[in-house]
């Protein structure tokens, strides 16, 4: 497993066969946040968010979603179940309610917290979220080829995500990176690396969480988006070509309490960098 010693680590356990490990980063008395990490990822991502936290006077958990890093797979969850690995969390952590902040496909999972456990949550930030395939644009051509992959050969996309893990830990982070933003030598120093190794460590113990995902994020979801009655800020990137803009305005008009933010000249990774600081501020002043 790839060492992550900026982190306080904890696991908690969901059911008699599963559990979920949670980092905490920040401010250990502040604000409570969770901070859910894309598809791949872990855990190690909230690292990104560690000192815009610690300014803010936010204490930020940042879970490993199940068959990621170190938590379970879960292979028939939906996106109804995420309250079932969530609230563990918060109950671990000694929190009622919470600010959740999702990036990239961690926005269905901070929206699908809202709407089946509305009482554990203040507000939802989407910060280039994926939104259903039925209000999506095409993405790129690699990300159709893994969600097809996902439906109809998840065995053979297990294996080829071994591959991707085992080729990404001997490359340079920017090879990495590169699937997240088109100029990873314009990223802050320390970003690659930390993106490096949240793709690293997201696929180092297990492979099944990244294929459930994908086969679940292609799927229509299992949830009632016009009862979504929490705050809902989404903020996405107008050059997101990994998650392009158009579907964001399309899933901020179904979703009755949402407000959009563009940020301009943006692609996928930058938008949560450029708005890292911003999100959390906000939960500090509420």
Known sequence: MVPDDDATLRTVRTDPDRHVSYAEYG?????PVLFLHGT?????????????AERAGVRLLAPDRPGHARSTPWPTRTLADTGAF????????GVETAGVVGF??????????A?????????????AGAPPPSLASPP?????LLSALARVSPRFLHGLLGVQAWAADRLPPRIVVSQYTTDPSDLPPGVAERVHRDFVTALDAHRRGAVTELALLAREWDLPLDDVDVPVHCRHGDRDANAPIAGARRLCDRLP???LTVIEGADHLPTLLRCRASVLDRYAEE
């Open 27 to 31: 401010d250990s008395d502040g604000v």
């Open 104 to 113: 990239s496909g961690g926005g269905p999972h901070a929206l699908a917290l």
């Open 86 to 93: 969530l609230t563990p969390v918060l109950d671990d952590a």
């Open 115 to 127: 709407a089946t456990h509305p009482d554990r949550v203040d507000a939802v930030d989407v910060v």
């Open 140 to 144: 790129p051509a690699p990300q159709r």
């Open 40 to 52: 791949p990822g872990s855990h190690v991502l909230g690292g990104l968010l560690a000192a815009s």
């Open 257 to 259: 309490t949402a407000d």
